[in-house]
């Protein structure tokens, strides 16, 4: 996977309030504007980032209905098979008369 660099990079990733604070260096003197070079960067900076976001957003949802399509069919393979005869269960214990073993008469 190839890494866009550029000379005006911003470090780590661009979130909205590092954008609100980016200072394009202005044209010099004569000219009105930004440097297009600096634009141009910048533009394709904000491309790759959103790219690289999409694909990750992307491979998320792809892994979250693989696991929910799992878990269906693990819960409709669990419902055809026929129930499982369980043990039979013990007696219950007859509880002891109210006083005895305390040595109350």
């Known amino acids: 996977m190839a890494v866009y660099r550029s000379r005006n ?3 780590g ?3 909205p ?4 604070t980016v200072a ?3 044209t010099p003197l004569g000219r009105r504007g930004y440097r297009a070079g ?3 960067a910048l533009l394709h900076r904000l491309a ?3 790219h690289h976001r999409i694909r990750e957003r992307d491979q ?4 979250n209905q693989r696991i929910k399509n799992g878990l269906r069919a693990w819960q409709s393979a669990r419902l055809a098979e026929p129930p499982s005869s369980c043990p039979p269960q013990p007696p219950p214990c007859d509880p002891a008369p109210t006083g005895a073993g ?3 008469a």
């Not at 309030?17 to 609100?20: G, K, S, V």
């Open 13 to 15: 990733p661009l979130t």
């Open 17 to 20: 309030d590092r954008l609100a």
């Open 24 to 26: 394009l260096p202005r």
């Open 102 to 104: 305390r040595g109350i």
């Open 9 to 11: 990079a911003l470090a």
């Open 60 to 63: 998320a949802l792809a892994e």
């Open 38 to 40: 600096d634009v141009d």
């Open 48 to 50: 790759y980032e959103l």
